[in-house]
C-alpha cells in the first residue's frame, strides 16, 4: 500500500510555505521601499537643482538691488530688509540676450550726449537687431514701450536699498518707478532720448530692462485668473507647484499674473518650474542673496515621504 499525507501534515506543510511566503513579501517590500525611495530622492536631487540653476541663470542678469519679497497680496520690501513673511520673489531682468549679440553697449558718451535735450550718445546701438531679439524673446506683441533704461549709478555695489524712497524706485505694485526711465521711439541715427521728466542724474553706464520676473509656489499665487489659468495643471496639483512669471513692467504699472493684490493688473506669462515644491524662501546672508526649495514625494506603501532641500547664492 502506498502511503499518502495526513490530514495534519498537508496543514503543516501550507501553514509553513505562508510563513515563508509572507516573509518572502515583507522582504521584497523592503526591497522596493528602499529602491524607489532611492529613485525618488536622485530624482528630487536632479530635479531641484536644475530647478535653482534656472533661477540664479535668470537672476544673474537682474538690476542689482530691485529683488524683492513679495506676500502676494499688499506688501513688499526690498530682499536686503525681507522676513519670512514674504513667499514672492520679484526682480527686474536686464535685456541682456540683446546686449550679448552686440545690440547696444551699455554705455553712453558722456561729453556728446546733451541733457538739454536728453539725447543720449551710445556707440553701437542697433535697434533693428534689438527688436529682433525682443521679438524672439517675448514674441510678435512686443513693442517699444515696453524696454526702459536704468542708469547704474551706486547700483553696481548692490547695497543701496533707497530707503524711504525704495517703494517708488522701481513701480513694484502700483508704485511710481522713479529710477527707470522711458525713451522715445529709436531715432534714426540709433542714439537714445529719454522722455521728460528729466532725471536728476546720468551716468555713464546703463540697462536696458525688458521684463520682471517673479518665483512662487502655487499656494501663494491665484494662478487661476487670467492669463495665467491656460496651464494643463489639475487643482490637486496647483498648490505644491512652482511657476515663474515673465513678461511683465513694472514701471507701467503692470503686476504679474497671479497676484492677488486687490488693485493689481495681471500681465505677462507664467510656466511651471517644478511640482512636489513643499516649500520656498528668499533671502539675504552677509550681504548676498539665496533662495531655498524643498521638494518631496510620496511613495507609495511607506508612511514617510522622501524629501530635499537645496540652496543656491546669487551674486
Known amino acids: 500500500m502506498k502511503k499518502g499525507f495526513t490530514l495534519i501534515e498537508m496543514i503543516i506543510s501550507i501553514v509553513i510555505l505562508a510563513i515563508l511566503s509572507a516573509g518572502t513579501f515583507v522582504s521584497l517590500k523592503h526591497l522596493y521601499l528602499r529602491s524607489a525611495k532611492s529613485r525618488a530622492m536622485s530624482d528630487l536631487s536632479f530635479d531641484s537643482q536644475v530647478v535653482v540653476d534656472q533661477v540664479a541663470a535668470l537672476m544673474y542678469d537682474r538690476i542689482p538691488s530691485s529683488v524683492i519679497g513679495y506676500n502676494g497680496i499688499d506688501n513688499f520690501q526690498s530682499i536686503y530688509t525681507v522676513d519670512n513673511n ?13 546686449q550679448k549679440v ?3 553697449s551699455g554705455f553712453i558718451d558722456m561729453n556728446a550726449s546733451d541733457g538739454t535735450t536728453l539725447k543720449l550718445i551710445s556707440s553701437g546701438v542697433s ?13 510678435p506683441g512686443f513693442f517699444w514701450p515696453d524696454i526702459a533704461l536704468v542708469f547704474a549709478g551706486s547700483f553696481d555695489d548692490g547695497a543701496i536699498y533707497y530707503s524711504n524712497d525704495f517703494n517708488s524706485t522701481f513701480g513694484w505694485h502700483n508704485n511710481n518707478a522713479d529710477k527707470i526711465l522711458q525713451f522715445n521711439f529709436p531715432a534714426a541715427d540709433g542714439n537714445i532720448t529719454l522722455q521728460n521728466p528729466k532725471p536728476d542724474e546720468i551716468f555713464e553706464k546703463y540697462y536696458l530692462v525688458d521684463s520682471a520676473y517673479a518665483v512662487a509656489r502655487g499656494s501663494d499665487v491665484n494662478i487661476a485668473v487670467p492669463p495665467c489659468n491656460d496651464l494643463n495643471i489639475s487643482n490637486a496639483d496647483i498648490n505644491n ?22 488693485n493689481a493688473s495681471p500681465k505677462g506669462n507664467v510656466t511651471i518650474l517644478s511640482q512636489n515644491v513643499s516649500g520656498f524662501e528668499a533671502g539675504v546672508i552677509d550681504g548676498t542673496i539665496y533662495f531655498s526649495m524643498t521638494m518631496n514625494k510620496v511613495i507609495r506603501g511607506s508612511e ?6 537645496k540652496q543656491k547664492a546669487v551674486y
Do not use: Q
Not at 535697434?127 to 514674441?139: D, E, P, Q
Not at 511657476?243 to 504679474?256: A, Q
Not at 514617510?304 to 532641500?309: A, F, G, L, W
Open 102 to 104: 552686440g545690440a547696444y
Open 127 to 139: 535697434f533693428a537687431m534689438l527688436n529682433t531679439v525682443m521679438n524672439n524673446k517675448f514674441g
Open 241 to 262: 507647484t512652482l511657476f515663474l512669471f515673465y513678461n511683465y513692467r513694472p514701471w507701467k504699472g503692470e503686476t504679474f499674473c497671479g497676484d492677488r493684490g486687490a
Open 304 to 309: 514617510n515621504n522622501v524629501t530635499i532641500s
Open 86 to 98: 514674504f513667499t514672492v520673489l520679484e526682480w527686474i531682468g536686464v535685456a541682456s540676450e540683446a
